[in-house]
Nanobody, 125 residues
Framework: QVQVVESGGGSVQAGGSLRLSCTASGFTSDDSIMGWYRQVPGNECELVSIRSRAGSTYYADSVKGRFTISRDNAKNTLYLQMDSLKPEDTAMYYC???????????????????WGQGTQVTVSS
């Protein structure tokens, strides 16, 4: 029913920029939370940033000041502008979405019902 698709990943050198996009097709909730997670092989899924429809945001300390999350509510589209990229940012980036009414901790990936397939970001030294 709901399909989440990310795009915008690629390979850049340290200090470069990328902008990720995520569209949740068939996602019609007017009260929702969408966010970005990332994962590297052998590691747990890490929260990067989240943004509610109402506009509240969260950033992981590791990306604060470098990444900017934005959202087009009418299109159910989420963006992540990534500047001053570092090799440590290399990961598969996943878009996730949930309805606020579903409950749970918004910082917990298990609380998100809909996930994309991921888009790879690679940052070289």
């Amino acid at each position: 029913q709901v399909q989440v698709v990310e795009s915008g990943g690629g390979s850049v050198q340290a200090g470069g920029s990328l902008r990720l996009s995520c569209t949740a097709s068939g996602f019609t909730s007017d009260d929702s939370i969408m966010g970005w997670y990332r994962q590297v092989p052998g590691n747990e899924c890490e929260l990067v940033s989240i943004r509610s429809r109402a506009g509240s945001t969260y950033y992981a300390d590791s990306v604060k000041g470098r990444f900017t999350i934005s959202r087009d509510n009418a299109k159910n589209t989420l963006y992540l502008q990534m500047d001053s990229l570092k090799p440590e940012d290399t990961a598969m980036y996943y878009c996730a979405a949930r309805r606020t009414s579903d409950g749970g901790n918004r910082l917990d990936p298990s609380a998100y019902n809909y996930w994309g397939q991921g888009t790879q970001v690679t940052v070289s030294s």
